[in-house]
Structures are given as structure tokens and as C-alpha cells.
């Protein structure tokens, strides 16, 4: 059990017979939950005094027993006098907690008037399933549950916006500040966030399923990333937040990456998915000095330079920031971009054919490079070779913008068709960056294997998987290879140290994502 004042972490229990639910309750109690909610509705068959006989008795865990009808989002169609039954057995049967709804808790309360056990406790909940109302609407909605008599308030409603989160965060604060018991959740991949701070603002519990398919609500995460990936038990109100901006986001690999490295240096801090629709509006809202950094991916990268009150002179070249950083000592956002880094000393790692990152000349100096791509990898690409001092190709599908970036930098423009018979000199360095040979497309490759001869030296940006087609013709080739992988966690090390002022547990996180 968590300490007193913590939030709680809840499993629900989904299963269709009571043997699987009580199959689950032991699993859930091994996962390291705090308690299960048993959601006798999503039962197939429910025969209310023996089946919670059945799953009360000898049970590992606390329970919550919820009865949800289909009117509020649960499976039960029946009428409400067989519901309030079963949930009165339940409370009868020493079950820790029942819940009911908002709409029907009045003539609920009438029922169980002065039969409450000592430690029983009852939750009126309130759910919306479209949208998150305004802060003075939840204020009024907090005031009618407890009015109505619930020990525990619960309030659940859905983001279409990650903004939309924010209201729910100050009602739990100021609920928190009254000493309001309340569960707060807000559903939706856009509400993640809410769930996985939980802990930072005072909410009583968070739900997380025993698997991916067990959810009994959509953007549910599982107990184990709950556990494993956020340490969530490690969250207090004085933990800094971290994130990955993006839209997608929900596939990035940052979360396992950034939270075991603030784990492995002890810094009270959490990385989380941030899936943002409007860059602008996002930084606007979360604008606390406890968000201290953020990532930023696919399609924000160049919003992110107008957001920023400053950005780092060759993150403005590039026209694309990936790390935001709020400066503690004025508060102001700066942006940076560490892809061109965690590339470029890639490849040039790659040339010397060893590590050492000091020698004082690039061995990109004078190297006639050629970028195939022109979007924002491509840029920062182009833009890392030639400040080390390369000649820039630029090779793009439309070759409108390939022309548009060589003049940007001073190089020169190629269609993919010319650069198939390119080679002008020997020992020049090639860079994919576009998402050709990307998964599921693994057989697609940007340039044949005998212009490939060409070259000393390939880098795929791609990195799933992570030997493309391209490297490894390349390599069939006779050149050196460069993997994306390794951008990839240079950028993320670059990230960290920005974070946190600290140097990057290189070897764990090499470790990490050598096991995804
Ligand atoms: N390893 C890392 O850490 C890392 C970091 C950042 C990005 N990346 C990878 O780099 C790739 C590009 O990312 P980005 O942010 O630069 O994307 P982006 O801004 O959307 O640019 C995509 C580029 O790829 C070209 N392209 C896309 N599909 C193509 C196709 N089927 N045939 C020919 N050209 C094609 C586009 O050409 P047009 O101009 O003709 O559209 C454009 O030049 C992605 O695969 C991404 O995963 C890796």
C-alpha cells in the first residue's frame, strides 16, 4: 500500500468471469497495485451474492466495486434497483469502496442511509465522454457530488486538447487545498499526461490496466509503465516535468530513455508523451516553472522556433528546434537543436574510425557531402557538414526544395535521377535523410548499390530497422557505416545534458536502446 497522502495506484478488473477477475486480482497485487476496481459489469453472467461472495472474500487487494450502466459509458443495461442491490451486498461484504453515479447517488445515499460500515467509503462519480467542461463548471460539479454526500469525489471527462487538462490539474489543486478527497481523470491520448502526474497534484488514485487490452478506459496506461517507465511512486508535488512534444507521439521511445537516465543520477524529474496539436497554445498553458523541458518531434520542430524567446543561433540556421529549456533564471523558453549534433559527431566519429571527439579539425573539412532529403533532417544535416567545413550536394525528391536549401548554405542541388551517376571525386560521405527504407518499407533504398561505390562513408537517418537496405549495401560496398541509431541516442544525450546540466549515463542509455 502506498504511504498515507499518496496517490493510489488502481487496477480495473475487465474480465468476463469472476474466476479471470480473481485470476487478475492476485496479478494485479504481484504488479504492485494498491487496489482493484472490480467492474462487475463487464461480466457476462452476474450473480450478485455469490459472484462478489466470491470476489471479495480472501481478496489480496482493497476493492473498488463499480456497477456501471451503459448510460455511463459501462456495459450494464438493466434497471438501476438490481444495480443498487448488488452494490449494497458489496458494501455489506466489506468492500472498501463503492461507486456511483452522479446522476442516480441521491436515491443510492437514501438506500445505504446510516448502514455505512466505519471504513467504507463511497465515490460519486461524473463522467463525460466528450470533452473536459470550463474550470467554473467542474468547481460547481465537485460542490453537487460532495453536496449530494460522497466521501470520495470522482470526476472523469476527455481531452480534445491537451490544454483541456489543465482545468482538471487546478480542480484537483484546489481540492487538494480544501482536503477534498478526489479522483480526477481525463481520458483520450491527450489526457495521458493528467494520468501520469497524478501524483504531482494530490489525486487520490490512478488507474493503470494489468495489460495493454485490459484498459477499462481509453489512454489507460499499464501498471508496469506506470511503474517501470515513469516511476510513478517517485512523484511529488516537487518533481520537475520533462516531455516529448509531438503528433504522433505515442510510438517515441523517449519516455524509456529519459526516465531510467533521471533515474540513474537521482534527479527528481519525469519525462512524459505530450501528444500537442498547437505548439503555441501548449507552451502558453503549461507555462509553470515545473515544466522545465521539453523534446520536440514530427510536426513541431519548426513551430518550435517561433514559440522559443530565443533560440541558439545554429538551431535558427537549421529553421528546427528539438529541445525547448525554460530557463530557471527568468523563466524564458530556449530553444536548441541537438539532431544536427548527435549526427554530425556521428559521422565524423564514423570517418575517424574511432571516438575520440577532440581532434581539433573535422575530418568533414574539405569532404564533398551529399544530403539526399531536404526536409528538416536534411537541413540539419546540411547545415552540421558545413559549419565542419564540407561541400554540400543536396539530392531531393522535389527538387524545388533540394535547390531552395543548396542556395540557403552554398551548395549545390541534384534530382535523386542525377545523383544515381554522381561521382565526380572519390571518398565523399552520403546522407540519407529521407524516411525511404523506413519500416514496414525495408526492401526501399534512395540510391542504387553501384552508385553506392561512390562513397566512403553512409548514414542512414532512419533507424528502423536498424541495419537499412542502404547501409548495408554500403557496407557490401565497401564503405563505413553510420547508423541512425546512433544519432539518435547523441541527440537524446544532448537533450539530457541540456535538461539537466549534468553529462549523459552514456552507457545506460546505449544499453537501453540496445534492448528496444
Ligand atoms: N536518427 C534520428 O535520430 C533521426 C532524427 C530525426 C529524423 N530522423 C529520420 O529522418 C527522416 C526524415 O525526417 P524529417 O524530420 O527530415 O522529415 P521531413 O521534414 O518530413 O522530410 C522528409 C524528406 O524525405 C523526403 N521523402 C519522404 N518520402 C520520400 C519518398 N518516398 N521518396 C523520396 N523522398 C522522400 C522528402 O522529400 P520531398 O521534399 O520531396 O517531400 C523530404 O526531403 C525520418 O525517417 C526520421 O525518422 C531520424
Known sequence: MAMEGSTLLCVPLVAKTVEQMAADM?????????????????????????????????????????????????EYEGDDNRRFEALRIAMDLGAEYVDIELKVAEEFVRLISGKKPENFKLIVSSHNYQSTPSSEELGSLVARIQAVGADIVKIVTTAVDIVDVTRMLQVIVHCQEKQVPVIGLVMGERGMIFRLLCPKFGGYLTFGSLDVGKESAPGQPTISDLLNVYNIRKITADTKVYGIIGKPVGHSKGPI???????????????????????????????????????????????????????????????????????????????????????????????????????????????????????????????GAKEKGARIVIAN???????????????????????????????????????????????????SKQALRSYAVVFDAVYT?????????????????????????????????????????????RNIISRL
Open 397 to 447: 525528391r522535389t527538387y524545388e526544395r533540394a535547390r531552395e536549401l543548396a542556395n540557403l548554405i552554398g551548395g549545390r542541388a541534384l534530382t535523386l535521377a542525377e545523383l544515381e551517376s554522381f561521382h565526380p571525386e572519390e571518398g565523399m560521405i552520403l546522407a540519407n535523410t529521407t524516411s525511404i527504407g523506413m519500416h514496414p518499407n525495408v526492401i526501399d533504398t534512395p540510391l
Open 465 to 509: 530497422p536498424k541495419v537499412t537496405r542502404l547501409l548495408r549495401e554500403a557496407e557490401e560496398s565497401g564503405a563505413a557505416v553510420v547508423s541512425g541509431l546512433e544519432m539518435f541516442i547523441r541527440q537524446a544525450m544532448g537533450q539530457f545534458e541540456l535538461f539537466t546540466g549534468l553529462a549523459a549515463p552514456e552507457s545506460l542509455m
Open 257 to 383: 530513455l529519459h526516465n531510467a537516465a533521471f533515474k540513474s543520477v537521482g534527479l527528481n524529474a519525469v519525462y512524459v508523451p505530450l501528444l500537442v496539436d498547437d505548439l503555441a497554445n501548449f507552451l502558453s498553458a503549461y507555462s509553470s516553472p515545473d515544466f522545465a523541458g521539453f523534446s520536440c518531434t514530427i510536426p513541431h520542430k519548426e513551430a518550435a522556433v517561433r514559440c522559443c524567446d530565443e533560440v541558439d543561433p545554429i538551431a535558427k540556421s537549421i529553421g528546427a528546434v528539438n529541445t525547448i529549456i525554460r530557463r530557471p533564471a527568468d523563466g524564458k523558453l530556449v530553444g536548441y537543436n541537438t539532431d544536427y549534433i548527435g549526427a554530425i559527431s556521428a559521422i565524423e566519429d564514423g570517418i575517424r574510425g574511432s571516438r575520440a571527439k577532440d581532434a581539433a579539425v573535422s575530418p568533414l573539412a574539405g569532404k564533398l557531402f551529399v544530403v539526399i532529403g531536404a526536409g528538416g533532417a536534411g537541413k540539419a544535416l546540411a547545415y
Open 26 to 74: 492476485a496479478a494485479a497485487k504481484a504488479a504492485g497495485a494498491d487496489l482493484v476496481e472490480i467492474r462487475v459489469d463487464h461480466l457476462s453472467t452476474f450473480r450478485p451474492r455469490e459472484d462478489l461472495e466470491f470476489l471479495l472474500k480472501g481478496r489480496p487487494l482493497p476493492a473498488i466495486v463499480t456497477y456501471r450502466p451503459k448510460w455511463e459509458g459501462g
